[in-house]
């Protein structure tokens, strides 16, 4: 696709569930990143993959967030036993590797735990 | 670490005047860019406008310019003649030029209203 692509639009789910979250970065950007916005908050850093490298997940809040991308391109944010304060924003974008370059952003996805 | 401060939580701009929007940032680096983004209601973030460090001019796109000042690591986006469709969230980032792309960091956001 044209842009980055996140599915689903919007998850509603049963405190104590997973859930998985998806990006379809953009064909050929090597950095990918995932950010948490709370309602009426900035953009809290997650995660970032560039490329081959060891992912940085300095920003990840608690051991039951993790993400992984696959082939270098789909990536994966997964949370397991959700809680009520995991209700956020999810963004997930892309950019190529020079640091420059803007980092275009999908549409997010919302979630909601309840 | 860097940190991106925006300390206006909410500004308020007549059509067609002028409003500014401030950014500072904190870093030991000396080579990096930063960006405002735009976030309509509908969640897309949109990129507004990039400055590199190494610049001395200031970017400018159409109606939106900043007044970046090194020294005092001050960033601010000005935007002339605001219309209705620039009312958003106006995130300021930073990102270091160190090695490939390395994550950008935001502030917390200034909410812009535009009125009639």
């Known amino acids: 696709g044209a842009g980055v692509s996140q599915s689903p639009s919007n998850k509603v789910t049963e405190k104590g569930k997973d859930v998985e979250l998806r990006c379809d970065p953009i064909?050929?950007?090597?950095?990918l990143y995932w950010y948490r916005q709370s309602l009426g908050q900035g953009l809290e850093f997650l995660i970032y993959?560039?490329?081959?490298?060891?992912?940085?997940k300095s920003g990840l809040p608690s051991d039951r967030f993790s993400a992984e991308r696959t082939g270098g391109s789909v990536s994966t944010l997964t949370i397991q036993r959700t809680q009520q304060e995991d209700s956020a924003v999810y963004l997930c974008?892309?950019?190529?590797?020079?640091?420059?370059?803007?980092?275009?952003f999908g549409q997010g996805t919302r979630l909601t735990v309840v | 670490a860097q940190t991106v401060t925006q300390s206006q939580p909410e500004m308020s701009v007549q059509e067609a005047e002028t409003v500014t929007l401030s950014c500072t940032y904190d870093?030991?680096?000396?080579?990096?860019?930063l960006f405002w983004y735009k976030q309509p209601p509908s969640r897309q973030m949109i990129l507004v406008i990039r400055?590199?460090?190494?610049?001395?001019q200031n970017a400018t796109e159409n109606r939106f310019s900043v007044n970046f000042q090194k020294a005092a690591k001050s960033f601010s986006l000005k935007i002339s003649d605001s219309q209705l469709g620039d009312a958003a969230m106006y995130f300021c980032?930073?990102?270091?030029?160190?090695?490939?792309?390395?994550?950008?960091?935001f502030g917390t956001g200034t909410r812009l209203q535009v009125t009639l």
């Open positions: 980032a930073y990102r270091s030029a160190i090695g490939t792309a390395s994550k950008l960091t």
């Open positions: 993959f560039q490329g081959n490298s060891a992912p940085d």
């Open positions: 064909s050929g950007h090597t950095a």
């Open positions: 974008a892309s950019s190529q590797q020079t640091g420059k370059t803007e980092a275009f």
């Open positions: 400055q590199e460090a190494y610049k001395q």
């Open positions: 870093t030991s680096e000396s080579d990096y860019y």
